[in-house]
């Protein structure tokens, strides 16, 4: 299957280590592109919740997948976000092509772009992180109920529900949180005098000119969304961004399931419940 060809590629909110992230899915869209630059914009691994009971070979070889751009000389930036907040402490890490940041300023096509994952804007994180914890293994918990209850439902040939979307929906203070967040950052981004303001943290992948409050000026505002829920990213390709999402029937086919990659011996490359393991001693 020839790959498609993509300028940047930004993924965020992918949370490997839990029951919620659709790795299969994200897999056979890592598969699927050619990027000149992969921005992993924070919570790609999710070391809040992990555990080493669970960590399945689907999340494994998206890993290895990951590496392998690495390894072609692909710019890879891993920015960190608060569920992997531990990596934080080896920001500025640089290792050939691989950078592990907190946040980077970037010039695309002239443009300047400001890129970050966001939990600096949510206060249930700067002061009540426990909650935020807490509230992280609540959210697990409900997208694991609701993909048994999709399951039944696919089975009895109805339509798939979201049972976080309908909570947001039920709450205002959910979607004024989400409309605070993006004002936010586009008010900095406009001071800053950015062009671009990219985040992930809300699981809402957007892309919208947005003003600023108090100050003249506009930022193109996006969001990369999640790879539990909305299953989507943010691509950059011929001076025009994209918000991609995954249709599972432009990827029925498993024709490249026996990728070298794969098929190597994932535990002896690297042992990730063991580096996981560290980060978690380091951080405590």
């Known amino acids: 299957m020839a790959k498609r060809e993509v300028d940047i590629v930004i993924i965020s909110d992918v949370h490997l280590g839990t029951y919620g992230c659709h790795a299969k899915e994200l897999l056979k869209y890592l598969k699927s592109i050619k990027p000149k630059m992969l921005i992993l914009n924070g919570d790609i691994i999710d070391i809040w919740q992990f555990s080493k009971s669970y960590w399945p070979e689907a999340h494994m070889k998206v890993v290895r997948r990951i590496m392998k751009f690495i390894t072609e000389g692909i710019p890879v930036y891993y920015l960190t976000g608060n569920h992997d907040e531990m990596l934080r402490k080896f920001a500025d890490f640089d290792l050939g092509s691989f950078k592990l940041l907190n946040k980077v300023v970037l010039n695309i096509d002239g443009k300047k772009a400001w890129i970050f994952h966001g939990d600096v804007f949510d206060v249930t994180m700067q002061h009540s992180k426990w909650l935020a914890k807490l509230g992280a293994i ?30 947001k929906a039920k709450f205002k203070d959910a979607v004024k949180f989400i409309n605070q967040f993006e004002q936010t950052a586009a ?49 950059y390709h011929n001076k025009k961004w994209e918000i991609f999402k995954y249709d599972p029937a432009k990827f029925n086919t498993d024709a490249d399931e026996d990728d070298k990659t794969d098929a190597e011996d994932l535990d002896a490359k690297l042992d990730v419940n063991l580096l996981l393991e560290r980060f978690k001693q380091e951080a405590s």
């Open 138 to 167: 609540g959210y697990d918990t409900l997208i694991l109920l609701n993909s048994i209850t999709n399951w039944f439902l696919t089975a009895m040939g109805r339509q798939k529900m979201s049972f976080s979307q309908k909570v």
């Open 187 to 235: 008010d900095l981004a406009v001071a800053k005098e950015y062009q671009y303001v990219i985040c992930g943290h809300i699981h809402q992948a957007e892309i919208r000119e947005m003003t600023a409050t108090d100050s003249p000026g506009t930022v193109l505002y996006l969001n990369s969304g999640d790879w539990v829920e909305s299953l989507s990213a943010l691509e």
